[in-house]
């Protein structure tokens, strides 16, 4: 017998009432898969395993050393409590108590677990490859082997150099006249698993960066990423925002043209291509039907710009007075433009080849970007415009049908958590109030987490396109509620938030290629399409999927019966499932975020 075993009889022995469950396996388990965090625990953090059962009993569990097999603690899972989003009655093992580092087993009933480690610096590698995530989805540059190893390519769509607008009929049948300029939108990064550049969802990523670099600017010093620019004397995370935000600039309207200083919408391919497929180092632009194009100036689009390039603007200030100089003019312009053309909500255009990202509700854009220039600024009409806006009184995030307080499309807590963070000229009580908010949004995410048998942060009703996304932004307002607070729970809220994306969830799988043992494997992605014998490579490490969708949409998920599972279990680990399985810049941005933050507060 196994000497786990043996343990567990005497535990069972010693435990009377559980005894006579230990011994006989319980037919009705409806998963027999232990579910944790398959890469591990930070040694403060709160430690919980689970397995799905349907019975209403309560088991043993055993937390066992992995090379001995001996075991370090033991206890009693009660009955399960119903996860409303999978279905499953969840048994929970806390072996919280444990704290010395270590590789470790679960044994959950007579279940075990994948190994999994107790340690400090469990989440300090996969901080700096989730952020090399944007280095490898560089366009217009060759990515070259040296950085980029296996995940080495040509250069994409240099012909991104000679762009110029949509001309011609919709997929609505609305006619476009295009434009009578070309731009130079070369660079920037990949959207995703297509190669669309869309602004409204840069801005996001780019400020979830920006925003981490202004939170803790030593994250990611000089020399830490292995990018190109690694050794100009600047932080490696600054020079891979600033490739994404030399290309938004890149889509601002010249001056001179009808509705200058707005910001083009997106630019992307007339046609969707196939996968796999590599990026294409040209494409002919102005082939009637193919080729790529940008798309009309919207309001979202114009007023992203302006917030983060006003955020570029004072974080470069010391850096490079220039470039610092550029973001401001770019952002004080973007803004004016956006006041002048309050209305323009194109996003869907030419409704095939590109993604959407069509916003029509616009007040959290200005209040966004209205924070953002008055922090830099500090001038009136921008303090006035925050102060006068909807979303300076109003919680980020509690909508019933918000799943987070932020995404590409909400994004007024973005320019809440800089009002609440950085320095500025609110009075104290004004400030106290917009951290009332976070934390008020914080709770709540806490209270589902409580109610919830696998502790994630997402109410069973709200799965959505990308929801390990909205975990990961649950997680930064939770992160920020620790930050203004110091109370233990919120930070243990972050941590759990890494715990249900690594493993601890009712697929017991890991959505964060290249961490865990059953991970992401075939994420929607045109290179990364996991066909080595051909030249398509695995995904790196560190990207996160965008995870279970609620109402998944695409044909491999549906003809898999998608549909029918709880929602907590609508997500498909193959190429072909777009609606669950793609990865994107504005989900891997806040996995960066939360990663480095649980990092740097284990101290180096
Ligand atoms: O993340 C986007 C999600 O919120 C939308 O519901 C979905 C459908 O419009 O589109 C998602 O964004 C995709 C974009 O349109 C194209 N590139 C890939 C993005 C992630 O799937």
């Known amino acids: 017998m196994k000497r786990w075993l043996w343990a567990l009889a005497l535990l069972a022995l010693s435990g009377g009432k559980v005894m006579a469950q230990v011994s006989t396996a319980d037919a009705q388990h409806v998963n027999r898969v232990v579910s944790v965090n398959q890469v591990g625990y930070l040694p403060g953090a709160p430690k919980y395993g689970m397995l799905a059962a349907a019975g209403e009993r309560a088991v043993t569990w055993a937390l066992l ?5 001996s075991v370090v603690a033991a206890g009693v899972a009660e009955p399960g409590r119903r996860d409303a989003a999978s279905g499953d009655r969840v048994l929970t093992a806390d072996f919280s108590d444990v704290t010395a580092p270590g590789t470790y087993i679960l044994v959950l009933d007579d279940v075990q677990s ?4 107790i340690g400090a610096d469990v989440y300090r590698q996969l901080k700096t490859d989730a952020l090399r995530y944007f280095y490898l989805s560089r366009s217009g540059i060759e990515l070259e082997p040296a950085f980029a190893g296996r995940w080495a390519r040509p250069a994409g769509h240099l012909s991104d150099d000679a762009v110029t607008c949509f001309r011609g009929v919709d997929a609505q049948g609305t006619r476009w006249d295009g434009c009578d300029y070309m731009v130079n939108a070369r660079g920037g990064w990949y959207d995703a698993g297509d190669f669309g550049k869309y602004v409204v969802n840069a801005g996001i990523s780019v400020w979830t960066l920006q925003n ?14 292995n990018i190109p620019e690694s050794g100009s004397g600047r932080p490696d995370i600054l020079d ?32 969707w291509g196939g996968i796999p497929e590599l990026p294409p180092a040209t494409v002919e632009n102005r082939s009637p039907g193919a080729g790529r194009s940008l798309m009309p100036p919207s309001t979202a689009a114009t007023l992203n710009l302006a917030a983060v390039t006003a955020q570029c603007a004072r974080i470069w200030r010391t850096l490079d007075a220039a470039f610092a100089a550029r973001c401001l003019q770019a952002a004080e312009r973007a803004w004016q433009a956006a006041h002048d053309n309050p209305i323009f909500k194109y996003g869907n255009i030419p409704g095939q080849g590109g993604g959407n ?30 102060r006068s806006s909807p979303f300076f009184t109003r919680t980020p995030g509690q909508e019933a049908h918000d799943a987070a307080a932020m995404n590409w499309g909400n994004v007024a807590a973005l320019g809440t958590i800089s009002l609440a963070l950085l320095p500025n000229e609110l009075a104290g009580d004004e400030i106290a109030a917009l ?41 930064i307002i939770l992160a920020l509620a620790y930050d203004f607070t110091d109370e233990a729970r919120y930070l243990n809220g972050v941590a759990e938030s890494l715990d249900y994306l690594l493993g601890r969830n009712a697929l017991a799988f890991s959505f964060i290629s290249g961490y865990g043992t059953t991970t992401m494997q075939h994420p929607h992605h045109r290179f990364w399409a996991n066909l080595p014998a051909q030249g398509y490579p695995p995904p790196p490490p560190g990207a996160v999927a965008g995870g279970p969708n609620g109402s998944p949409s695409d044909p491999t998920a549906l003809e898999a019966g998608l549909s029918d599972a709880a929602p907590a279990r609508r997500y498909l680990d193959e190429v072909g499932s777009w609606s669950t399985n793609e990865v994107t810049i504005n989900w891997n941005a806040p996995l960066v975020w939360v990663t480095a933050y649980l990092d740097a507060l284990q101290g180096k």
């Open 240 to 271: 891979e925002t600033r490739w994404e935000m030399e290309w938004l600039l890149s889509m601002q309207v010249p001056d001179g043209q009808p509705q200058a200083g707005m910001v083009h919408h997106k630019l992307h391919d007339e046609r």
């Open 435 to 475: 951290r009332g908010q976070i934390i008020a949004a914080a709770d709540g995410y806490l209270a589902i987490m409580g109610s919830e048998g696998y502790r994630v942060s997402l109410h069973p009703d709200r799965y959505y396109w990308g929801s390990n996304s909205d975990v990961l932004n649950n997680a």
């Open 212 to 225: 981490l670099y202004e939170r803790l600017p030593d994250a990611f010093g000089d020399g830490t990423l």
């Open 357 to 386: 990202y069509d916003d029509a509700y616009l007040d959290d854009e200005f209040y966004w970007a209205a924070a953002e220039l008055w922090i830099t600024t500090g001038k009136a009409s921008y303090r006035d415009a925050v």
């Open 65 to 69: 050393d992995a090379a001995t097999q």
């Open 114 to 117: 994948v190994p999994f480690r």
